[in-house]
């Protein structure tokens, strides 16, 4: 029975990407519409910059704000009134 099962898990996932294949081949296509015109293409440096280092300085910014303007001084958890933690008194 597992092996049937895997065939068919096989079978679906093969014809999934096959299908999306077939439905996006125009979006590969090189033909240019009218009105196109595109830009000058980014540098590595730009993408990096453009698409991880700026991303990585607005986590930082906005952990530091947080961290920085944050007004709670205990960080522990408060133990519950009444409770010692013990195995004795939870049997009282």
């Known amino acids: 029975m597992d092996k049937k099962n ?3 898990a096989g079978a679906l996932t093969a014809g999934t990407t096959l299908m999306m294949l077939l439905m996006t081949s125009p979006a590969l296509a090189l033909t240019r519409d009218d009105g196109d015109d595109p ?3 980014l540098s ?11 991303p990585l300085a607005l986590f930082a ?3 530091g704000l947080v961290m920085a303007l944050d007004k709670s ?3 522990a958890p408060k133990a519950k009134p009444g409770k010692t ?5 939870a049997k009282v």
Do not use: H, M, Q, S
Request: a neutral charge.
């Open 39 to 41: 830009g000058n293409g």
């Open 6 to 8: 895997a065939l068919r």
């Open 73 to 75: 001084k205990d960080r």
């Open 44 to 54: 590595v440096a730009e993408t990096l910059g453009l698409y991880v280092l700026i």
């Open 61 to 63: 910014v906005i952990a």
């Open 85 to 89: 933690g013990t195995a004795v008194d």
